[in-house]
């Protein structure tokens, strides 16, 4: 673990609460420059919103994996379960390998599983200013795919039976997983307006129950968990339907619960409608401890150069700063970003990055902060 705490006003100042404790976990490839843009947006953030904050960082990722040989300190979840919050740039290298060929350095399994974040939260919203995959325009758009995180096909990575002629991976599902990520969903559900075509507050199951036993169990929780809900609206999908959906009627969309895999393949669906990886941040929440990452790669081939589009970064810490009970300074820099792709201060190429580079849009955020 390296780095002191640095950062904010002192702990004297004038904030009304404890320091906002922070770890940054700075990545790979265009990480540390994502991180750099989203901690000037946090300074911003916090003189306009009285709070105070500290940060240490933790080298992790798969520069860390080579110069040590583990992705991970050895005492680093303890450090970050104990943090208000963890913002995470994107991590892995390309030439990073395992003695087996795999892909050495990446942190999701480490994070998720140790720090028992269960709830992977992707907003999707197309914002004014940002040409999507569909026919839809800004605000027409608007839903959170909540995918759980620890458990469902991946919870067999590196654990299936395979030979060289065949391999067998498990779908792993339980009651109480799956009860906690869908009563997350429902929370969420209670603090938003709506989806966009009808205003009504719906959470839609995504599944395969049709084939799978352990989808059936999803659903079957589902609908027993829904109903503490009775305010909220459901929604049943295959996903296959889901997929389809959420190109055809995405207005009509407001929060999907879904298992791990189904929740991954769909989650970056939804980011081709709304401009791209770039447009979307994400949060990974559990309990006791949460992260804030993109949900794109790290780029190394444009790496150091200033072209990365930071938004998604950026996005990342508003949803960061309202796990950590500051959801006025999350609006404010969703804002921010609106107020900057609106009008026009920030534009984006076919290939989602910044007109102006990475370094344009940090300023045109931090600006509007400071307004």
Partial sequence: MDGEP????????????????????????????????????LERAA?????????????????????????????????????????????????????????????GGLLRLGLDTFANVRPMRLLPGVSGGTRHSAGEIDYVLVRENTEGLYLSRGAGAATPDAACDQLMIT??????????????AREREGAPADGVRRVTCVDKSNVLRSYALFR???????????????EHLYADAAAHDLVARPECFDVLVTENFLGDVLSDLGAATVGGLGMCGSLNAGVEAAYAEP?????????????????????S?????????LRTSGDR???????????????????????????????????????
Avoid: M, W
């Fill in 6 to 41: 640095s950062g904010g006003r002192p702990a004297g100042g004038p904030a009304s609460r404890e320091p906002l404790d922070l770890v940054v976990i700075p990545g790979d490839g265009i990480g540390p420059e994502l991180v750099d843009s989203a901690l000037q947006v």
């Fill in 47 to 107: 003189a306009a919103g009285d709070f105070a904050y500290r940060l240490t960082t933790v080298e992790a990722g798969a520069e860390a994996y080579r110069a040590t040989g583990r992705a991970l300190p050895t005492d680093a979840l303890e450090r970050l379960r104990a943090a208000d919050g963890v913002l995470k740039g994107p991590v892995g290298l390309p030439g990073v390998r395992h003695p087996d060929g795999t892909e050495a350095g990446l942190l």
């Fill in 175 to 188: 009651r109480a997983g799956t009860e906690r990520v869908v009563r997350y969903a429902f929370g969420l």
């Fill in 220 to 234: 079957r929780v589902f609908d027993e968990v829904a109903a503490e809900f009775p305010d909220i609206a459901t």
């Fill in 295 to 315: 949900v794109h790669g790290s780029a190394p081939d444009i790496a150091g150069r200033g072209l990365a589009n930071p938004l998604s970064q950026i996005l």
């Fill in 317 to 325: 810490l508003a949803l960061l700063l309202d796990r950590a009970g």
């Fill in 333 to 371: 820099v969703r804002a921010a970003v609106e107020s900057a792709l609106a009008e026009g201060a920030v534009e984006l190429d076919v290939r989602g990055r910044p007109a102006g580079g990475t370094g344009s849009v940090t300023s045109a955020v931090c600006e509007r902060l400071a307004r």
